[in-house]
C-alpha cells in the first residue's frame, strides 16, 4: 500500500509538472524534451556500465548465489539467497543484481514496476519532481525548461523498467507505441550489448550509445573496468 501511494504521489506531480508545459508550449519545447529523454539515456547507460564492473564486494560468499546450479525457486537456494543478501547494504545488492542480470536476462523482465524502480523513485526523481513544481509555483518557469527536465524525469525514472521491458515478451501498449516511435531500443539493439557485455549500456533509447561505447573503450584502454568486475569471486 505505501508503495502504491509513493508510486502514485509520483506519477501525479509528473502530471502537474505538465501543466506547466501546456501552459507555456513553445517550439523549444520539443528540442528540449528530446534533450531531457536523451540525458536520462546517457544516465541510464553510465549507471549501467558502472554497475556491471564495480567489484562486488569480496568475502561475502555472493558467488555461491551466482554460480548456483539447482532451482532458483528452491528452499535451498531462497534459504542461501537471504543469508547472501543480509551480509551486504542495499547499494551492493543493486551492484550483485546488475551482475546477475548478465546471465539471467529474463528474470528482469519478471520483476514487478516497484523493485524496478522504487528505489530509483524515492532517492531522485520523486524529491526532484516536487522540487520542480515548487519552483514553478515561486517563479515563471519557461514551459522548454519543464519540458526538458519532465523528460529527463521520467526516462530516468523508468529506465529500470524499459529495461526489463527489453527481457519481456508481453510488454504495456505505452511500450510497443514508445518503440514504433524510436523512443524506446528494441530488443535486438540491446542484445548487442549481452553478446559481448562491451558496448551499448544505455537501455531507454540507446542514442547515447554511440558515445559511451567510445568512453568505455577510452576507460579499458587505461586499465579500468577489467572483466575481473563482471562477476563476485567470493
Known amino acids: 500500500m505505501k508503495q502504491r501511494i509513493i508510486l502514485a504521489i509520483f506519477l501525479a506531480s509528473l502530471a502537474a509538472n505538465a501543466v506547466g508545459v501546456l501552459a507555456d508550449p513553445g517550439w523549444l519545447c520539443l528540442p528540449a524534451a528530446l534533450l531531457g529523454w536523451y540525458v536520462a539515456d546517457l544516465m541510464s547507460g553510465l549507471v549501467h556500465m558502472?554497475?556491471?564492473?564495480?567489484?562486488?564486494?569480496?568475502?561475502?560468499?555472493?558467488?555461491?548465489?551466482?554460480?548456483?546450479?539447482?532451482?532458483?525457486?528452491?528452499?535451498?537456494?531462497?534459504?542461501?539467497?537471504?543469508?547472501?543478501?543480509?551480509?551486504?547494504?542495499?547499494?551492493?545488492?543493486?551492484?550483485?543484481?546488475?551482475?546477475?542480470?548478465?546471465?539471467?536476462?529474463?528474470?528482469?523482465?519478471?520483476?514487478?514496476?516497484?523493485?524496478?524502480?522504487?528505489?530509483?523513485?524515492?532517492?531522485?526523481?520523486?524529491?526532484?519532481?516536487?522540487?520542480?513544481?515548487?519552483?514553478?509555483?515561486?517563479?515563471?518557469?519557461?514551459?522548454?525548461?519543464?519540458?526538458?527536465?519532465l523528460a529527463l524525469l521520467t526516462g530516468g525514472a523508468f529506465a529500470q523498467f524499459f529495461h526489463g521491458s527489453l527481457h519481456r515478451a508481453h510488454n504495456p501498449w505505452i511500450v510497443e507505441m514508445l518503440r514504433g516511435a524510436r523512443l524506446l531500443m528494441t530488443p535486438a539493439a540491446h542484445q548487442l550489448h549481452h553478446d559481448t557485455l562491451q558496448r551499448d549500456f544505455a537501455t531507454n533509447c540507446g542514442w547515447s550509445n554511440p558515445l559511451i561505447n567510445r568512453l568505455f573503450a577510452a576507460l579499458r584502454a587505461r586499465g579500468y573496468l577489467g572483466d575481473a568486475g563482471l562477476e563476485p569471486s567470493s
Open 50 to 149: 558502472y554497475m556491471d564492473y564495480r567489484p562486488c564486494p569480496p568475502g561475502k560468499q555472493l558467488n555461491d548465489m551466482f554460480f548456483y546450479a539447482g532451482s532458483r525457486e528452491s528452499a535451498e537456494y531462497l534459504a542461501l539467497a537471504r543469508d547472501r543478501l543480509a551480509r551486504i547494504n542495499a547499494f551492493e545488492r543493486l551492484v550483485y543484481d546488475f551482475k546477475n542480470h548478465h546471465p539471467r536476462p529474463d528474470a528482469l523482465g519478471r520483476r514487478s514496476l516497484w523493485r524496478l524502480i522504487g528505489s530509483t523513485v524515492i532517492v531522485a526523481t520523486l524529491p526532484l519532481s516536487l522540487l520542480l513544481l515548487a519552483a514553478q509555483l515561486v517563479w515563471s518557469v519557461p514551459g522548454w525548461v519543464v519540458a526538458g527536465v
